[in-house]
């Protein structure tokens, strides 16, 4: 396999702000300077002038605010590559084996679900923010890594909002897709600064957003958690239910639906 095979999925936009237009646009020239991006496909009315016709950035035309749906059925007309959706202030880490990701989950059926690391462009350092370590960045994720074609039903809602991102695991998970968080391994960068966006203001951060568009917090509907695999693999259940303040009865539902789920009934 290539290591250059990943095709990035992502929208970019107009950003007055000269400190975040600055930032998206690091994040771009990180993912076509990546070894392990094969090209980036960026849905948008309003592409990057300076990458017009550089040979790994191509535009396809969307005047809409970019969908799960969109991408999914953008991605599927090319079948058979694989694929990455990123926000618009993400990068794919270059030092990361995507293509190792791509051998071990993709062609085996996994949907990989990417928790962010927050880059600090000051000094180059990237880290998962420590203030949601105590939910193992469960509800952090920026990046959909897949392999074409794939058939994710109920998931026509915005890409970037709050709370999409449990939103479409539940939707991943629920198609029947075996669905991991991997974010130490394979890292993504976010780059995040300007704003001052931290895991202790996020919400008023997103309150503080023009309202371009109405969330409509599909989340409601269902959500789906995925903590961070590598910390989680090596706790027990108990352990965890223990952790999450199961009652006695509460760890007595759960064996229930874990026996329920493995052990077949069979009279006939």
Known sequence: MSS????????????????????????????????????????????????????????????????????????????????????????????????????????NGYILAQSRHEYNTSNGIAQLDAGFKSLFHAHTQDAWLFKSPIAIPNCDFEIGLLGCDNAIAHRINSAGYNIINKPQQFKILHHDSARGKTSANYMQKHSEKPAKIINQHPEEEGYYLLPNYDVISHMSLDDMAKLLGFNPTDRYKLICSMMTQKIKIKNR
């Open 4 to 107: 250059e095979c990943i095709n990035i999925i992502l929208q970019s936009y107009a950003e007055s702000d000269k400190a975040r237009h600055a930032e998206l646009l690091t994040c771009l020239k990180m993912n076509l300077a990546n070894p392990f991006v094969k090209c980036v496909y960026d849905l948008t009315d309003k592409p990057w002038i300076e990458f017009i016709g550089h040979s790994k950035y191509k535009v396809v035309e969307e005047n809409k605010w970019l969908t799960y749906q969109r991408a999914f059925g953008f991605a599927n007309t090319i079948p058979n590559q694989y694929f990455a959706i990123i926000n618009s202030d993400i990068a794919l880490d270059a030092t990361s084996r995507w293509d190792s990701a791509a051998k071990i989950f993709l062609d």
